[in-house]
């Protein structure tokens, strides 16, 4: 393997750039204004993989496109798929940045920019392994196959509508995802579990329009107030959830999984402070880890609502709304839980407003086996890549495809994460550790090694 | 008064057009990128003041100026005093607007914008009457003073400042005050109890800066549940507040006051019709005009949090914040209810964020004797210059200096409404009954020929 990491060392400064240019594309999945900018996000992965010789396909969605690229395939030997996604989290709040967010910047190692690592560097070591290959070798000793969508930070509607229809040209024996984190820097993980997710947004309206608060205070019900017990009404004081029937079908966590957490060195102390937080939060009976990994939550994303300017008036709004969200372990139904929550909104709105709920689409939670041998082999080239053995880790994030790609293909996952937890994925100046943008890749190209051991 | 009244009826058309003049300067006090515009309209009363001959100063305070003027002293006869405001609240939500705010535009003989109402075209029908006075008869039938303010939407604070040190020169008997309404179209009203207010900005913050929901949600209080939790704490279901002692010193309504206000014709149905609202809500045990005028409330004016543009963003936000406000009634106390506000929140606030608490300055509510001979003059003025004896009511909104003037100069208040309680002050498209406009300054010339007819 030394030509190709000899090869990897040469071309880091030309890999980097190319990272660079794609993150200064502000791809925000989410802003009906940005469309173009995510197409040129798109076209830019299409012709960075058809410019190291790959066939390379633009596959037009119900939204965003889907680059799909393949290498020839190897008889007899597994096919892996790599999934990601071009698209990004929106940047604000811009003024918290301290550098623009599409203005890539390097600081102490580290290139600041929305999308760093979630998920245009992390997928970009896939590309850039299999460039190495091509240049080095001609070929792999597998084939690999790219999936990389534009609406992973909305859902996957696009790509969900694709699937069924492209099983075959996506056929694959393992799909190989760097969308999660390491453990700790210098600790590098293998993901086996994610949380799935179902978002809403409820608008609580009262009166036709704003009125003066000293006028009709006191007899009308007022929206804000509404909302916001609407919201309490949801969760209790320890961040368990009071929608009926929400826990029925969690699977609990299994004595060995959390033994298993409780010996990662995992130093709350530290997290705390690097958060600012003066306390940790969160269900009873659950150590911070499980909570974050492995229990089902609720926050609230956004309020908006009556005035929001500097000073005071004395309105009483005609409306105000909540986006929020549960993050779900897996055997949660998405469609189970928005129907217990609004039989729960209806029987708890006040009289005198009324509420609307929009509901974004759902995805479930999941656990991967972590005994096959795919994950060895993954094991084995991190190792390789990073210089350290991977530990086992479950992760609060979700990848709605996960499960769809698990349903439709039969394929085993591997979630490897390369990033960090303080990389301010979805928040401003999310970086990517430059040195682990290089480990990434280096542990990509033993993983197109290992598993190109593995007989079919 | 034939003289005066034909002479109003002629300059009718060009008082509209001064009234325009006055609503085009959008004086927005609360805004500090308004100052200049709200120096603007005090220098426009200033010289509306002066060009009819008064004596008018500008008096600058710490905040936005003051403008007083006064007309010759009448011995033997009361000194009134004109309190009015030329200061506006913000225009926003615009989008609501269906006429520019600052813009005024007539339809259906109302005049539409900000400030019709409240209190630029109230407040003017003062000066026209006096301008009618001069023009027609050179003099007084008694002393008339203007006090025009600059910031009663933001609390009067450069007023107060100002009372104690002028307290000569704003030495009179009886406070006039337009800033109210009738009780409704066609049915004039002498106000004669206003509530106060305490108004405040409650932030809560967690983490340093927004955090990914998946990957730390579940283990780190999310502030916006926190801000929830603090606000639904405020108030149960039925509008009573819930901070310790808040009713200690509420003065009860008296019985003979709820069978006047229960002989008033108030449509409740065509009033909620109006409003677009399914259900009226309020303290158990109360009628909708008694929640209104004569009961203590809470409101929340703004909420502001998070993610708020479209779609989804799935973030664990830094912060947020509340604006509310309490309406108090006779005998409460803005920081007795200050003090008792911090202590439950302190008490209340989740482990895990931390609350800070901006105060606005608080005024107290007031009702005021209602047989004196000030009352008996102005409500034959009003029959006069309407066509129909004024009802004696209460009123929900607060008008800050009221109190300071009592205090300080011991003089009786007239609070005279010309406005409707759909003007939609505080709202968007705020408009003001042209036709009140004329019966206001008629109603006021009279009402300086009833005032000078009572010895002092």
């Not at 969508?149 to 859902?155: D, H, L, T, W």
């Not at 994303?301 to 709004?317: A, D, E």
Request: with cysteine; proline share 8%; hydrophobic share 40%.
């Amino acid at each position: 393997m030394k030509d190709l990491e000899s090869y990897l060392d040469r071309s880091l400064p030309k890999f980097q750039e190319d990272l660079f240019a794609l993150l200064r594309i502000p791809s925000v999945s989410t802003h009906p204004d940005s469309k173009a900018d995510v197409r040129r996000a798109a076209e830019w992965v299409l012709n960075d993989l058809v410019s190291m010789g790959l066939s390379a396909e633009l596959w037009e969605t119900t939204g965003h496109p889907v680059i799909f690229a393949e290498t020839p395939p190897v008889p007899g030997r597994p096919i892996a798929l790599v999934y990601g996604h071009y698209d990004v989290q929106p940047p604000d709040p811009l003024g918290e940045w301290t550098s623009p967010p599409f203005d890539p910047t390097v600081r102490n190692g580290n290139v600041y920019a929305r999308g760093a690592t979630d998920d245009k560097g992390q997928m970009l070591t896939h590309v850039k392994s299999v460039q190495t290959w091509l240049n080095c070798r001609k070929s792999l000793p597998l084939q690999v196959k790219f999936l990389i969508e534009g609406e992973e930070e909305i859902g996957s509607d696009g790509l969900f509508g694709l699937i069924p229809q492209r099983k075959d040209r996506l056929a694959c024996d393992v799909v190989v995802i760097s969308d999660t984190s390491q453990f700790a820097p210098g600790q590098p993980a293998i993901t086996y579990g994610l949380r799935g997710l179902v978002y809403f947004e409820l608008t609580v309206s009262g009166p036709l329009q704003d009125l003066h608060s000293g006028t009709f205070g006191g007899a009308v019900m007022n929206p804000l107030i509404a909302l916001s017990r609407l919201l309490h009404g949801l969760v209790d004081d320890k961040g368990t959830i009071q929608v009926p029937g929400f826990y029925d079908d969690v699977v609990p966590l299994r004595a060995q999984e959390r033994a298993e957490f409780a010996t990662l060195p995992f130093d709350e102390a530290a997290w705390m402070g690097r958060l600012g937080i003066p306390a940790v939060h969160g269900e009873t009976g659950y150590t911070t880890l499980e909570r974050r990994w492995a229990r089902p939550t609720f926050d609230v994303h956004g309020l908006t609502g009556g005035y929001q300017g500097p000073g005071k008036k004395t309105v009483l709004p005609a409306r105000g709304s909540a986006k929020f969200s549960f993050r779900l372990v897996p055997n949660q139904s998405p469609q189970k839980i928005e129907d217990a929550l609004r039989d729960k909104l209806a029987r708890d709105c006040p009289t005198g407003v009324r509420w609307e709920l929009q509901a974004y689409h759902g995805n479930r939670g999941i656990t991967v086996p972590f005994d096959s041998p795919y994950v060895a082999a993954a094991s084995q080239a991190i190792e390789l890549g990073f210089g350290k053995r991977p530990v086992l880790v479950r992760e609060g994030g979700s990848i709605p495809i996960v499960n769809a790609l698990h349903d439709h293909l039969h394929a085993d996952t591997l979630l490897l994460g390369w990033g960090l937890d303080d990389d301010n994925t979805h928040s401003p100046n999310e970086k990517f550790c430059l040195a682990d943008f290089a480990h990434g890749i280096r542990a990509s190209l033993h993983l197109w090694d290992q598993l190109g051991r593995i007989e079919r």
